[in-house]
């Protein structure tokens, strides 16, 4: 998926918002909007937004001189989450399809997000991951491929957002291998946080080599690209690894909560739906093979 001309504005905004954050003031944060403003005409916009976010984000570390701007709010994130995990598993444990369920309640996990926006409600994603279907729910298609699954690869997301996966991992009764993020970028998961939401007591977790909020496969470790290539399922959660991999052949089920007008176009176009048959707010269960 290209950079559209509409992901500028956002890069802009979430300059702003890393000023916030990083407790800039006057020139300084002023110097960071600038400076990602000055950025913007000299990103390849034939690359995907999560590849020309490095850049951002990288010059935006710089300038705030710190090289995890979102470590604290990363931290809170998985404790929050990891307070809900024991009411989240009654929720499963109750339901007449935990599997299902589960699939569901991870893709309301994907609400964690400081990159798309700056503001979320979990409660409010979670009830309505149980109350309303998928906008495109390839759910059964996807029970089929995990049952002659051995290798099986999730793509993890966001921290927080972890503790969700976690719980659906749980359900899947098989070896699976978690992949996170090499280096900070955004609230993108490190290995650390995946341990700190006990993913590493549940599976096999490695990181993908690189410091970008997706999966760009020409950029990721040999190692990564190995393990990408051999799994005979990947479950990619989130924005970012949806706009790096949706045009990749291989047996992907995308997992995601919409969280802009070009991601919803894209993810239509897909299956083959009216422009506005997704909407921001929506999940997605997209399948590509």
Sequence with gaps: MRTSPDCLPCFLRQAGHVATITGATGETAAEMVQAAARLLPTLDLTLSPPENAVALYGLLARLSGSADPFGALKNESNRAALALLPR????????GDPLRTAARLAI????????AQQEFDVEGAISASLEQAPAIDHFAWFRTRLAGAERILYLADNCGELVFDRLFIEQLGRPVTLAVKARPIINDALIADAEACGLTELCRVVDNGTGCPGTPLAACSPEFQILFRAADLIISK?????ETLSETAAPLFFMLLVKCPVVASHAAAMANRSPDAVRI??????ATA
């Design 88 to 95: 989240l598993r009654e929720i499963v444990a109750g339901a």
């Design 108 to 115: 309301a996990g994907n609400v964690i997000d400081y990159g």
């Design 238 to 242: 989130g924005q970012g690894n949806f």
């Design 281 to 286: 707010g929506d999940l997605l269960m997209l």
